[in-house]
């Protein structure tokens, strides 16, 4: 396999990432002529996106399936009681998805418009509360829910060791791709870890090893720890051995080629062992086509951010490597800033990276303020121009609040210590 060359002038790729359930929930008028779905996707075309990852759901799906292993955003939502959290604009959302299939609508709409679209599924995203729509039917049995490590049930993320919640996932990705999606975007910055201290996994540990995992950490036990670590990652690797033979056994049989794209921190290789992603043996195995880095702030103990050694990872295995910013300012809404972003992505640029994903375009294509950046987002020359341009940066200035903007929003989310995880 040829090794990825990164060009350090001219057009880099591109990829919009559109959250659909964001773009329903915020928006109540839509462009005339056009369904929601249209809409958006239109709104996309006119300001140069013409590839988009388009979200397909996360523990609910938000297209029109016809598998019962899965579960339709608000399937087991009481829309007759009321509830704190289901507000008029979660109605409205939820109304809009069952009277068109969104994804259906994004592939008819990029056929026409020679568009490309990828479907993006959240990995770990199972919200309570919400009058449970984002809840999942395999979520209601608690045994499949992930457990941290002091013995609590984490009802937001559910176990890969476990066979239901692998078929449930892997059932929704064959869904989509026979439905003509040009390839799946596994999205594991929504959230990690993806492995923590399920039952199933630390029995099978403790067996293999003698080692009980509950009583280990990386300061007491550096060692035993990162046999740990490495274990558990094998489970979420078993399951994309079997995207990988999924999506291969696809491609021969409809004759086209079909991308697996994985959404990753770039907090390095060993935090993103610790999230339960050995995302070195995944390359050198072939099992992803594409890697997108994403800058996310997400445990407390281990702040460097880098795409660098990814763009090493990538051209020693021929996997093509993104890198990525959120247009969404960081928790807590310190502001976004245009110029912050701009400098992240052209840092990324410099390092290497054959293109940049940007999150959340389903908010940036409507805010004028962020025209001039997205106008030259693909083009390293460009960039370099705009921010050289005084008066624009003059415009955004950079201050304690915003210089964080274009790491992912959920920056801060979870401020969970190494040492507990």
């Not at 109540?28 to 988009?52: D, I, Q, W, Y």
């Not at 026979?178 to 923590?196: H, K, N, T």
Request: charged share 25%.
């Amino acid at each position: 396999m040829l090794p990825i060359e990164n060009p350090l002038a001219g057009q880099f790729d591109h990829l919009g990432f559109i959250e659909i359930y964001d773009w329903l929930y915020c928006l109540s008028e839509f462009e005339p002529g056009f369904t929601p779905v249209e809409a958006c996707m239109n709104a996309h075309l006119k300001k140069g996106l013409t590839r988009v990852a388009f979200s397909v759901g996360r523990s609910t799906v938000y297209y029109h399936s016809k598998n019962p292993l899965i579960t339709q955003s608000g399937e087991l939502t009481d829309f007759s009681k009321p509830d704190a959290e289901l507000n008029e604009n979660y109605i409205r959302s939820y109304n809009i998805l069952q009277q068109e299939c969104c994804f259906e609508s994004a592939l008819s709409f990029a056929r026409k418009n020679d568009m490309t679209v990828y479907a993006h599924l959240s990995m770990a995203r199972n919200y309570s509360g919400y009058g449970n729509i984002f809840t999942s039917k395999l979520s209601l049995d608690e045994n499949n829910l992930e457990v941290g490590k002091n013995g609590e049930k984490d009802f937001s993320r559910m176990c890969y060791a476990l066979r239901a919640v692998r078929d449930e996932r892997k059932a929704i990705i064959k869904e989509v791709l026979e439905m003509g999606a040009d390839g799946i975007c596994l999205d594991f910055v929504r959230q990690p870890p993806m492995a923590q201290y399920h039952p199933v996994m630390v029995q099978e540990f403790l067996n293999k090893t003698g080692i009980d995992p509950l009583k280990i950490n990386l300061k007491n036990n550096p060692e035993q720890f990162k046999a740990w670590i490495e274990f558990r990652a094998g489970y979420l690797t078993g399951f994309m051995e079997e995207v990988h033979t999924l999506v291969r056994e696809l491609e021969l049989r409809t004759g086209r080629r079909l991308e697996i794209i994985a959404r990753l921190p770039d907090d390095g290789f060993t935090a993103n062992m610790v999230a339960g992603i050995h995302i070195a043996d995944w390359c050198e195995r072939g099992l992803v086509d594409t890697i997108a880095v994403q800058p996310l702030q997400w445990i407390h103990g281990i702040w460097q951010h880098d795409a660098a050694p990814y763009v090493d990872l990538g051209r020693l295995t021929g996997v093509k490597v993104f890198g990525g910013v959120n247009m969404y300012p960081v928790e807590r809404g310190f502001g976004q800033n245009p110029v912050a972003i701009a400098q992240r992505i052209l840092d990324q640029y410099e390092k290497g990276v054959a293109g940049i994903s940007i999150y959340e375009t389903n908010d940036s294509v409507l805010r004028p303020e962020l025209d001039r950046l997205l106008s030259v987002i693909d083009n390293i020359d460009d960039l370099r121009a705009l921010l050289a341009d005084r008066e624009w940066v003059e415009q955004y200035p950079i201050d304690g609040l915003n210089v964080n903007c274009g790491m992912d929003n959920h920056s801060g989310f979870s401020r969970t210590p190494l040492m507990d995880l």
